[in-house]
């Protein structure tokens, strides 16, 4: 776990410094890990597990929006796990359920490599639809038509610029979107 | 959306970099500030008699007191801002106002005073003191909100509080130049209340607003 954690604020240093694919590589790393934790968290408040992927997607997106307040000189997961429980307890809450999660949920879990369950269409997905057109557009394109962003400004017309500030545009009213829910 | 969809479009805005919440926070007071100021002068001012006020330590004194707040609840409430933070090591900052104050209320004790204890407690700006440190507070209490939620407080309402101690400070600040009430014992009386009034609504506020 030391060796993994170690790893992974390695990775964050690199992402934090303009490197896109160790960014990749490190959210693809933690993925398991939050789903675990969420699953364990889903579990304890009797509530159905195949709930988790929205709890993982919600703390990815927060993992994203707010990695400003980490510190680099700071080992990266206490960073990540906090933002994790309290994506957790918002999610349990917002389902009526006022539970306090074990601080250990997240840290202490296996992770689980199985998957992702997709039971229902995501909170995302149901939420996309609710964007500005030219900000649903440019998303969908990256986000599910795997497109480059210069591929993406091509197909619309739009300065790469304007295609990533669309995208983080996007990313932050689906943030706040799921908050309001 | 699949998850792996979604990472591979967060790893595409990793371009995207957010300002510091130090920046943020600095921005926010620097245009709150000029409101509670504007509050200040319309409605208070500063005392007439302040050339010789400045030769009174008490009236400096408080000064010393309430910016020590307001400097403290700004360390605070920016640790606060990261999610992994707790309050374990940091409260004691808070208690630095409290321990001028303290030993402010010691000193005059030790001097010859003309005016009773009680008089000197109970003042006559009391009423004054109660309505305008929260009222120009809330400008300030806004800014510091806009700026923190820029952060990731994950304990929201804790944040708010400091939130509050942080604008009652500044707010206070302004209220010591206009208020001819200088002992200590007023001020640990009349602008703690008043503080923690504030400080409720920014924890009630914070509780709110902070969630991210």
């Known amino acids: ?181 | 959306m699949e998850t792996e969809q979604l990472i591979r479009t967060l790893a595409a805005d990793n371009a995207h970099r957010a300002r510091p919440v130090g920046f943020v926070l600095t921005c926010a007071l620097l245009a709150a500030v000029p409101v509670s100021v504007a509050m200040f002068l319309a409605g208070l001012g500063v005392r007439s008699d302040v050339m010789t006020a400045m030769h009174n330590p008490f009236f400096n004194l408080k000064f010393v007191e309430t910016l020590a707040l307001a400097i403290s609840a700004i360390a605070v409430s920016l640790h606060l801002s990261r999610p992994e933070a707790s309050m374990k090591g940091w409260g004691w900052l808070l208690l630095v106002p409290l321990m001028i104050l303290a030993a402010g209320i010691a000193s005059e004790m030790m001097m010859p005073q003309e005016v009773p204890m009680m008089t000197r407690l109970i003042g006559s700006n009391s009423r004054v003191c109660l309505t305008a440190i929260p009222l120009m507070s809330l400008p300030l209490l806004a800014g510091t909100l806009i700026g923190l939620r820029h952060g990731a407080p994950t304990r929201p309402a804790v944040a708010g509080a400091i939130a509050g101690l942080l604008s009652a400070g500044l707010a206070a600040t302004l209220y010591a130049s206009h208020c001819t009430d200088d002992s200590p014992l007023f001020v640990v009386t009349w602008y703690t209340i008043a503080t923690a009034l504030v400080t409720a609504v920014g924890a009630l506020a914070g509780s709110k607003v902070l969630r991210f």
């Open chain 1, 1 to 181: 776990m030391r060796e993994t954690e170690d790893e992974w604020t390695s990775l964050m240093r690199l992402a934090i410094s303009g490197d896109s694919a160790a960014y990749h590589r490190l959210l693809r790393a933690v993925t398991p890990v939050l789903r675990a934790g969420a699953r364990r968290g889903l579990a304890r408040a009797g509530q159905p597990v195949d709930q988790s992927e929205d709890i993982v997607q919600d703390i990815l997106l927060a993992v994203h929006l707010k990695r400003h307040t980490w510190d680099t000189n700071a080992p990266f997961a206490p960073w990540l796990f906090a933002i994790a429980r309290n994506k957790l307890i918002d999610a349990l809450r917002r389902r009526g359920r006022r539970v306090f999660v074990n601080i250990d949920d997240f840290a202490e879990t296996i992770p689980d490599e199985s998957a992702a369950e997709t039971a229902s269409p995501s909170e995302i997905a149901a939420q996309l639809q609710t964007l500005p057109p030219r900000q649903r557009d440019v998303l969908q394109s990256i986000a599910v038509e795997s497109a480059s962003i210069r591929d993406t400004a091509a197909k619309f017309a739009m300065s790469e610029g304007a295609v990533r500030v669309a995208l983080h545009r996007a990313l932050t009213s689906l943030t706040a979107k799921l908050r309001e829910q």
